[in-house]
């Protein structure tokens, strides 16, 4: 089965930078629009960033301006550019994005989860 293949998350200090990516599993299946949220211990799931088949994107306000979502429709893949990280942007970060192969029916995929830790 197609799944969304997340990667790219690690231990970085405060001030630091990650990527990450949310793929595709196979060749067929299209991205369309994608979330990413973040669940942080305590916390509930929160949308941290989205963006639209036509690339209009969306932000929580505390990543504004240090989180950037993209997509690259050649490598079928979404990504999640984060620029000076806080301790507070520590969770577990999940995509979900709408899938679909060639004209059929458009259904929602979730990730398995990426963990990301901000710490000293």
């Known amino acids: 089965q197609v799944q969304l293949v997340e990667s790219g998350g690690g231990l970085v200090q405060p001030g630091g930078s990650l990527r990450l990516s949310c793929a595709v599993s196979?060749?067929?299946?299209?991205?369309?629009?994608t979330d990413w949220y973040r669940q942080a211990p305590g916390k509930e799931r929160e949308l941290v960033a989205e963006?639209?088949?036509?690339?209009?994107?969306n932000y929580v306000d505390s990543v504004k301006g240090r989180f950037t979502i993209s997509r690259d429709n050649a490598k079928n893949t979404v990504y999640l550019q984060m620029n000076s990280l806080k301790p507070e942007d520590t969770g577990v970060y999940i995509c979900?994005?709408?899938?679909?192969?060639?004209?059929?029916?458009?259904?929602?995929?979730w990730g398995q989860g990426t963990q990301v830790t901000v710490s000293s």
């Open positions: 979900s994005a709408v899938l679909r192969v060639g004209v059929g029916t458009p259904r929602l995929y």
């Open positions: 196979d060749n067929m299946h299209r991205i369309g629009a």
């Open positions: 963006i639209n088949v036509g690339g209009v994107t």
